[in-house]
């Protein structure tokens, strides 16, 4: 099994920020793929950030210029640091990652358990 703790979900003013850490662990062969998506009351789950082993990032138009995403291949970890923060940007945050399991040897998508993060106008 494979456990994504995430970390650093909180509130803050408007124009202010936040840094988000994703700890992965457990039967990790690889990891490919790491993701930030957020889902606001009502609304879809969305893609916030992604990047890949090699370092390849991609933001949609929303947050491209105030969210920069990193990992650390090396300790399984991934960050997403939020500036410039709107009341818009409201949501639970989850971490996700397709990882090669150990155990099975097959990639599986896996998700944190959510952060909130709460950002008043």
């Known amino acids: 099994q494979v456990q994504l703790v995430e970390s650093g979900g909180g509130l803050v003013q408007a124009g202010g920020s936040l840094r988000l850490s994703c700890a992965a662990s457990g039967s990790i062969f690889s990891i490919n793929a790491m993701a930030w998506y957020r889902q606001a009351p009502g609304k879809q789950r969305e893609l916030v950030a992604t990047?890949?082993?090699?370092?390849?990032?991609n933001y949609p138009d929303s947050v491209r210029g105030r969210f920069t995403i990193s990992r650390d291949n090396a300790k399984n970890t991934v960050a997403l640091q939020m500036n410039s923060l709107k009341p818009e940007d409201t949501a639970v945050y989850y971490c996700?990652?397709?990882?090669?399991?150990?155990?099975?040897?097959?990639?599986?998508?896996?998700w944190g358990q959510g952060t909130q993060v709460t950002v008043s106008s």
């Open positions: 996700n990652a397709r990882v090669l399991n150990s155990a099975t040897m097959t990639v599986i998508n896996y």
């Open positions: 990047i890949t082993s090699g370092g390849s990032k």
